[in-house]
């Protein structure tokens, strides 16, 4: 029987075409069914702190927290702080890739200000849902949500200062098509900021052979 993703062998996924079409597919699959889940709440999917303990725990601001309501801390499931790298200057122009229920989006909004733009895309509809929900509901009026269905972004070339993106490439099927999207659309001179995990070894061969894996 074939396994899930069509082979336990170690793929360089920076190459192109290291994964079929089928292959990508149910693995953005599983990836979305995943996140449409955990689009009310991360309590439970996760096996690092999640919600309001995993954003104070990975430097955000007791301030920032304080103005976000818990429809929205709860489905925090971010890895890091991409937004503390550098800073963002106001007025920015700022994408954030796999934006979930919108966390890193308001507090983006917030850097950027009234002079600003910040855009959010994201492969589950109900994140999606949820964070343009979540932004409304805080009254931020310079943010964009969009739901993209491959690594292909929707943006022209050279439009972002900043691309950011927060435990999010590392799920992607098609890095090396991601990877060169970000590159189109930042400016010259524009930066990328993101936090991820990355494997330190080889997974098991049960692992390796699910799509699962890939939304752990």
């Known amino acids: 029987m074939q396994t899930a993703i069509g082979s336990t062998k170690p793929r360089n996924q920076l190459q192109p075409g290291a994964f079929s079409a089928e292959e990508m597919q149910r693995i953005r699959s599983a990836v ?5 889940a955990v689009s009310s709440s991360a309590a439970g999917f996760f096996k690092y702190p999640v919600g309001k303990e995993g954003a104070l725990q ?8 304080d103005a976000i309501p818990d429809t929205l801390l709860n ?24 934006c979930g229920a919108g966390f890193d989006l308001f507090a983006a909004s917030r850097l950027t200000g009234g002079t600003g733009r910040v855009f959010g895309v994201d492969l589950s509809r109900e994140m999606v849902a949820r964070a343009r929900a979540n932004l409304a509901a805080l009254q931020a009026n310079n943010y964009e949500v969009l739901e993209i269905t491959s690594e292909t972004l929707p943006f022209s070339n050279h439009t ?51 799509v699962e894996s890939w939304s752990q």
Not at 75 to 98: H, K, R, T, W, Y
Not at 194 to 210: N, T, V, Y
């Open 160 to 210: 972002f200062d900043v691309v950011v993106s927060n435990g999010v490439i590392n799920l992607s099927p098609d890095k090396a098509r991601l990877f060169a999207e970000i590159h189109r659309v930042l400016k010259p001179g524009g930066r990328l900021q993101f936090a991820d995990i990355i494997l330190e070894k080889e997974l098991p061969p049960h692992l390796a052979a699910g």
């Open 58 to 65: 990975l430097g955000y601001s007791q301030e920032l927290l």
């Open 32 to 36: 979305i069914k995943k996140y449409a």
């Open 75 to 98: 489905a925090f499931c971010g890895v890091g702080n991409p937004l503390n790298i550098e800073d963002i200057a106001a007025g920015s122009c700022v994408l954030d890739i796999g």
